[in-house]
């Protein structure tokens, strides 16, 4: 039950007003005066606050402006005998919801009242979004307990709180985005933007145009003028994943932004002024490159001030449950199967797998798994070839024991899997193995699949 909070110090009209409000369905509590009212907020929470302009130890205009830094999501409606416009404006300013005057506009209350639960509502919802959105981009959100990663983050809290320039390496998908935003997350522009690009999906100019912008005609087909990426992040945070990948000139640029804060944009002659925090990311070892010249040494030494090197799957086993139990129930959910867990041969399995594509292989691997399972659990049936025949181990199928290098064994392994996942139906299956419908037939039988 919604409930509306009336301050007034009239106590038959705040009465009869908690009558009226009250038949409505809403619960209804009274105050007289402004400490009273406050201590009603700090009891309870309120979504709708009814309050008088003068009272006996306040001015409604004020207490609206304490409310709101009390309560940001409650709604304040105020209530004057006389009104007057600078008032209106200031109590608009303080937050107010609205400014009626008493008596004329007794009809408008109810209605308003409405109007202004609706807009609690959403404050509301839009508060939860960000909570779970802070939550999903935290360090929190990072899952796993190995001593690898806990090191990994406990060093990357420490920079986070900074303004310090942080380069994060590791092999691909480890997780370098993740750890962008987390530290974007801890900071103290997480209320600003953080902004991501790939270096390495775009071709130089498009590189350039899409990181600093551009001016209308600077090349064919700008047709307007277009911020750049760095504009979109100014007092918050960029990512510049796989920034190895960058050509020389544009590390030239990417320098004077570090050092001076600012850029010329494509087709431009005046600076453009920004304050941003750079974080950048690359699976190649930069000392390389430098080496190979394709990457500046001046330009290293300012991305490298604070070094991360996230650990890779190999070196985290003990989380490799943990995560596939993890995205067992988000892709469970996603295609609405009853999966309980994983048998203990199918954790076997990952555990001794090398995980070179590290936990976006991982989590691929289990989305196929969930799709092909046909029972409550996920079993060692369900994963690709490669990683069931992990290390060159046999595994049985059908009381026989399969060699890993068996042609044959493997064939039939993988059919039984498409039949299943097809529920036995031979035409689908013949399809997506793309072999005809005859072959699959003789297949069937010399197998003995049903």
């Not at 106590?11 to 038949?23: Q, V, W």
């Not at 689908?428 to 072959?439: G, R, S, Y």
Request: contains cysteine; proline residues 2%.
């Amino acid at each position: 039950m919604k409930k509306i909070l009336i301050i007034d110090d009239e106590e038959k009209l705040r009465t009869l007003m908690a009558r009226i409000i009250g038949l409505e369905g809403f619960e209804v509590l009274q105050a007289g005066d402004c400490k009273t009212g406050l201590k009603k907020l700090d009891q309870q929470d309120i979504d709708v606050v009814l309050c008088d302009v003068k009272l006996p130890d306040g001015n409604g205009v004020d207490m609206a402006g304490q409310i709101k830094a009390k309560s940001p999501n409650t709604e304040v409606i105020l209530l004057t005998a006389y009104g007057n416009i600078p008032d209106g404006v200031q109590a608009i300013k303080n937050g107010a919801f609205d400014y009626i005057i008493k008596g004329d506009d007794n009809n408008k209350i109810i209605p308003l009242i409405h109007r202004a639960l609706e807009k609690a509502a959403l404050s509301q919802r839009v508060q939860q979004l960000e909570e779970k959105l802070g939550n999903k981009y935290s360090f929190d959100g990072i899952i796993g307990n190995s001593k690898a990663l806990l090191e990994t983050i406990d060093l990357a809290k420490k920079v986070a709180v900074t303004d310090t320039t942080v380069l994060l390496t590791g092999e691909t998908g480890t997780g370098k985005e993740v750890f962008a935003q987390a530290i974007h997350q801890a900071s103290n522009r997480n209320n600003k933007n953080f902004i991501a690009i790939n270096c390495s999906a775009f071709s130089h100019d498009l590189l350039e145009s899409e990181m600093f912008g551009h001016k209308a005609g600077a090349f064919t087909g700008a047709m307007k003028d277009k911020k750049g990426l760095f504009e979109e992040a100014n007092n918050g945070t960029i990512f510049l994943d796989e920034v190895g990948e960058m050509a020389l000139d544009l590390q030239a640029k990417l320098l004077r932004v570090i050092e001076n804060g600012e850029f010329i944009k494509v087709g431009e002659s005046k600076v453009t002024k920004v304050n941003v925090r750079i974080v950048t990311a690359t699976n190649r070892n930069l000392t390389t490159e430098i080496e190979a010249g394709h990457f500046r040494q001046d330009l290293y030494y300012r991305l490298s001030v604070f070094s991360i090197q996230l650990p890779s799957l190999r070196e985290r086993v003990a989380d490799i449950e943990t995560l596939a139990l993890y995205y067992l129930k988000q892709f469970a959910l996603k295609t609405n199967k009853k999966l309980q867990g994983t048998s203990p041969e199918f954790i076997s399995l990952l555990k001794m797998h090398q995980w070179p594509g590290n936990i976006r292989e991982l989590k691929n691997v289990i989305e196929r798994s969930v799709i092909l399972e046909n029972s409550n659990l996920l079993t060692p049936s369900s994963l690709p070839l490669e990683i069931q025949y992990a290390q060159g181990e046999s595994i049985k199928s059908d009381s026989k024991v399969l060699s890993a290098f068996s042609l044959a064994s493997a064939e039939k392994i993988h059919i039984r899997k498409v039949f299943n996942h097809t529920d036995g139906n031979k035409t689908e299956t013949a399809k997506l193995l793309n072999i005809a419908l005859t072959t699959l037939y003789r297949k069937l039988e010399e197998y003995q699949i049903s």
